[in-house]
């Protein structure tokens, strides 16, 4: 997936499933599906390392999770272009040079069975739609494992 597909998928956030077919967004593995039948929410994986997710009653496209590295053994990760200057090798401080200071951050904190994990920063980039968030997904040791881009008025009706 380029750049410019992505691009076109953070600025359909908040459109349906069949509006984005409908526009021509090519989404292979298509349609989302839940977890279990019963599921609030729909995910699908176009390509390793991205993945899309749905409100399930209403298939509204509510995040874009982009993962860059590998932080289990098979996890998929993300090899191709990347829009507003962003790069698959990141780190906290390249970031914070990047965009300033987050609008939110937690550090590294624990989590039953995987211990350790990295820490998270929001941030809404300049130029973007201001219903949009952009989370950055730390390790421990501060690199960027993945981004998210997600709707910050999540309407679930």
Do not use: C
């Amino acid at each position: 997936m380029n750049s410019a597909i992505i691009d076109d998928l953070v600025k359909s956030l908040g459109r349906t499933y069949p509006a984005l077919v409908a526009s021509g967004i090519h989404l292979p593995g298509g349609p989302p599906t839940g977890i279990f039948e019963d599921s609030d929410t729909l995910s699908m994986s176009p390509e390793p390392g991205i993945e899309l997710g749905f409100w399930a009653s209403n298939q509204r496209f509510e995040d874009l999770f982009i993962t860059f590295l590998e932080t289990f053994p098979g996890r998929p990760t993300h090899k191709g272009g990347l829009p507003y200057q962003l790069k698959t090798k990141m780190n906290q401080s390249w970031v914070r040079s990047q965009y300033g200071e987050p609008l939110e951050s937690k550090g590294p904190y624990k989590i039953p069975v995987r211990g350790l994990v990295g820490g998270w920063e929001t941030y809404r980039f300049p130029g973007m739609s201001k219903n949009i968030n952009v989370l950055f997904k730390y390790t421990v040791d501060m690199e960027v494992e993945g981004i998210v881009f997600r709707l910050n008025e999540k309407s679930h009706a």
